[in-house]
Each structure stands twice: as C-alpha cells, then as structure tokens.
C-alpha cells in the first residue's frame, strides 16, 4: 500500500516540495499543477495528454512537454504516482493517493475502467499463502474489449 493514500492535497503538496528540495529541484508553479491536477482529476494521462490539459487549462502558463514528462518520472520514482504501461505507445499516469485497485483496460480504445474485489484480493493471499509466497504489491491488469468496442466488433 501506498504512503501516500488518502492524503489530503496539502499533505501531499508538502511531501512533492521536500521531494523537489531532495533532488535539488525548484518549486515552480508548472511542476505544482501537474501534481494538483493529478489530485483533481479522476484520470489516468498519458504525459501528452496532460501536457495539453494543462495547455488549455493554464493558458498564461509556460509549460513545456519535457517538464510534464520530468514531473511525472519524478513523482513515479518517489511512488506519489502510478503508472500502466501501454507499451509502446507509452504509460498513463495517476497519483497513488487511491484505495487500492486493479484495472480492466480496453485493447481498442485504451478505456481503463477501475475495480475493487474483495474476493479476488483474498484468493490472492491464500494462494501466496499456499505456496509460502509474502506478498509486498501487486497489479492486476484485466486486457480486453469494452462493451462498446466489443458491440462494434460484432
């Protein structure tokens, strides 16, 4: 589980700044509004995806693409955001502030649809248990077709 779940945006915004001043890093307002609307948004970007977001959304902003791209490395490697690999054609973002989940991950669209179970999450233990395994994290990516990907298909 994560440090960092279900931290309140000032909490998280001081644990961002001592991570900048860790990595002899400055505050700026552009590396803030990537965290923020990580925390904001209900969604998972792909680095050029929230490049454009903040682009729209900030128009007085100068960011560029290469510090959206840092910002997130960054709060990936401190494990203040998770990311889903797509391959090849790259990962998309959200912060680890979330209960945890797994995701189902449409093949066609890219939707990513979260879920929780119970009993899957279970099964999970009993059988590291089984085979004396100690389980310390986990993802569980689902891969398929969304219903509406799969109506089109049909």
């Not at 792909?46 to 454009?52: A, F, H, K, Q, S």
């Not at 959206?68 to 889903?84: F, K």
């Not at 100690?134 to 049909?154: F, N, P, V, Y």
């Amino acid at each position: 589980m994560s440090t960092f779940e279900n931290l309140e945006y000032s909490s998280l915004l001081a644990n961002f700044k001592e991570l900048l001043k860790n990595n002899s890093l400055k505050f700026t307002k552009q590396r803030e509004v990537v965290l923020k609307t990580l925390y904001e948004r209900n969604e998972h970007f792909t680095p050029e995806d929230l490049y454009i977001f903040l682009k729209s959304t900030y128009p007085e902003l100068n960011i560029g693409i290469a510090t959206v791209y840092r910002t997130l490395n960054l709060l990936e490697e401190s494990l203040m955001v998770t990311s889903i690999s797509f391959g090849v054609a790259g990962k998309k973002f959200e912060l680890a502030n979330k209960p945890h989940h797994d995701h189902m991950i449409c093949k066609t669209c890219g939707l990513i649809i979260e879920f929780q179970n119970d009993k899957i999450e279970q099964l999970q233990l009993e059988i590291a248990k089984a085979n004396h395994f100690h389980i310390t994290s986990h993802l569980m990516q689902l891969r398929g077709l969304c219903e509406k990907c799969a109506k089109e298909k049909s």
